[in-house]
């Protein structure tokens, strides 16, 4: 099954806001998380369908025009954004966009929160998931080629890509431990597991991205994942299990 759609979550029962980004357990969790929601919490659809995920009151519109005006120095990218999509709620949504649309007692007082993962570890896997899906006929310098990475900080930061403004940015290399220490906070129940990983068969060969990744292809990584590095202050020498403390 091929997922291409990002949702997301506003738990109103639980009073949390959960922003999927790519490559990081994120459908897992979706899956996780809708089935602790409410009847009036907003989930928006997967494409295609997946089980265990019932999408709901994520229509209705947005008034582009307003939403442009209280971001006046917002770039062009966030204007092209809210000219493009005019649904309320939308899959791939990024955090700001949410901010703009629900009332700010909720953005204030509600808990937001999104993964993120070692970006080399992280290019790695997603080129595994395309080669999986083109049968494995697809090499690493052609998807280098391609230029099409899994850029996540947009979702999770301000306009201009320079604050984040979710209140935890949880390590993808710690994610159970972190994701129980959320989810006791927002009693949410957890037994330490999210289930089997949606698209854990796209990854067999698990050898280190260290010994994997020419020295180019390195220094790709590091040039087109140079914000997301400075945001979390990942390193190349870093084990795919290793990242630093994350702060709430």
């Known amino acids: 099954m091929v997922v ?3 949702p997301m979550i506003i738990s109103h029962k639980h009073k949390f806001i959960f922003i999927k980004t790519v490559k990081t357990a994120g459908t897992s969790l979706e899956v996780f998380l809708s089935q602790h929601c409410g009847p009036d919490d907003v989930l928006t659809p997967f494409v295609p369908p997946i089980e265990g995920h019932q999408p ?10 307003s939403e442009i ?5 917002g770039p062009r990218s ?4 809210l000219r493009a999509r005019r649904e309320r709620f939308y899959n791939h949504m990024p ?15 509600y808990f937001k929160f999104c993964v993120e993962r070692n970006p080399w570890d992280k290019v790695l896997s ?14 690493l310098d052609q998807y280098f080629a ?7 900080y947009p979702r999770y930061t301000d306009p201009s890509g320079s604050r984040i403004i979710v209140n935890r940015v949880v390590r993808y290399e710690n994610l159970i431990d972190e994701l129980a220490e959320i989810f006791a906070r927002l009693n ?4 330490g597991n999210l289930g089997a990983r949606k698209k854990a068969h796209f990854r067999t060969d698990r050898t280190p991205y260290q010994l994997v990744l020419s020295p180019k292809q390195r220094q790709i990584v590091e040039r087109v994942f140079a914000r997301e590095i400075q945001l979390h202050g990942y390193r190349f020498e870093q084990g795919p299990n290793a990242g630093p403390t994350p702060k709430s």
Not at 56 to 65: D, F, L, M, V, W
Not at 78 to 81: E, L, Q, V
């Open 126 to 139: 997603h080129y595994q998931m395309h080669t999986y899906r083109q049968g494995g006929t697809l090499s």
């Open 95 to 109: 955090a700001w966009l949410i901010q703009l649309r629900v009332p700010s007692a909720v953005w204030n007082s």
């Open 146 to 152: 391609r230029g099409k990475f899994p850029i996540n």
């Open 78 to 81: 966030a204007w092209r954004c």
């Open 4 to 6: 291409k759609a990002l």
């Open 69 to 73: 005006l209280r971001i006046p120095f």
């Open 188 to 191: 949410v129940p957890f037994a």
């Open 56 to 65: 709901r009151n994520y229509e209705g519109s947005g008034n582009p025009i």
